[in-house]
């Protein structure tokens, strides 16, 4: 009887353990999918402003070697 207590025991932990890691796993997916998001923006806010500045001084090199 004891056995089949632990026998079940570690199936429901290991069944949580998948859970968690899934849980995690979106978590992080969804954290990742956040950050291309806000590069994305970041990046098209970097080349407005790049059409604001002279092709050829320092503030334009900055933000050309921000962008690649």
């Known amino acids: 009887?004891?056995?089949a207590k632990?026998?079940?025991r570690r199936k429901n932990s290991r069944r949580s353990d998948k859970v968690s890691a899934?849980?995690?796993l979106q978590e992080t997916c969804?954290?990742?999918r956040s950050l291309h998001r806000e590069v994305d923006d970041l990046s098209e806010r970097l080349s407005r402003?790049?059409?604001t500045v002279d092709a050829d001084s320092p503030e334009a090199a900055i933000i050309r070697s921000?962008?690649?």
């Open 1 to 3: 009887m004891h056995i």
């Open 66 to 68: 921000l962008i690649m």
């Open 30 to 32: 969804n954290y990742i």
């Open 22 to 24: 899934s849980k995690v």
């Open 49 to 51: 402003l790049l059409a």
């Open 6 to 8: 632990e026998r079940d």
